[in-house]
């Protein structure tokens, strides 16, 4: 089985910044993609940026040149960079990672979500 929790979402005003990270955990092979989404109140779940194994990057169109993903493969750590915020960033942030758990074994996790709010 394999745990993603997440961490240091919050409060911030519009124009700030916010720092969150997904640590994953347990039977890990190798973690081969890993991501991160949100879903804010009535919408539905979307793709804010995801990263590869070799650290390739995408992000969502809204997002780009404020956020900014990476990840520690020694530690199966993700981190996600939230810059020039606002109040459409609203939202529950959650961790996704595409995980090796031995052999043939794949699994597709979620983490639990982390809340990030924007006021104005």
């Known amino acids: 089985q394999v745990q993603l929790v997440e961490s240091g979402g919050g409060l911030v005003q519009a124009g700030g910044s916010l720092s969150l990270s997904c640590a994953a955990s347990?039977?890990?092979?190798?973690?081969?993609?890993m991501g991160w989404y949100r879903q804010a109140p009535g919408k539905q779940r979307e793709l804010v940026a995801s990263?590869?194994?070799?650290?390739?990057?995408n992000y969502a169109g809204s997002v780009k040149g404020r956020f900014s993903i990476s990840r520690d493969n020694a530690k199966n750590t993700m981190y996600l960079e939230l810059h020039s915020l606002k109040p459409e960033d609203t939202a529950v942030y959650y961790c996704?990672?595409?995980?090796?758990?031995?052999?043939?074994?794949?699994?597709?996790?979620w983490g639990q979500g982390t809340q990030v709010t924007v006021s104005s």
């Open positions: 996704n990672a595409a995980v090796s758990t031995g052999g043939f074994a794949f699994g597709d996790y």
């Open positions: 347990g039977s890990i092979v190798s973690i081969i993609h």
């Open positions: 990263i590869s194994s070799g650290g390739v990057t």
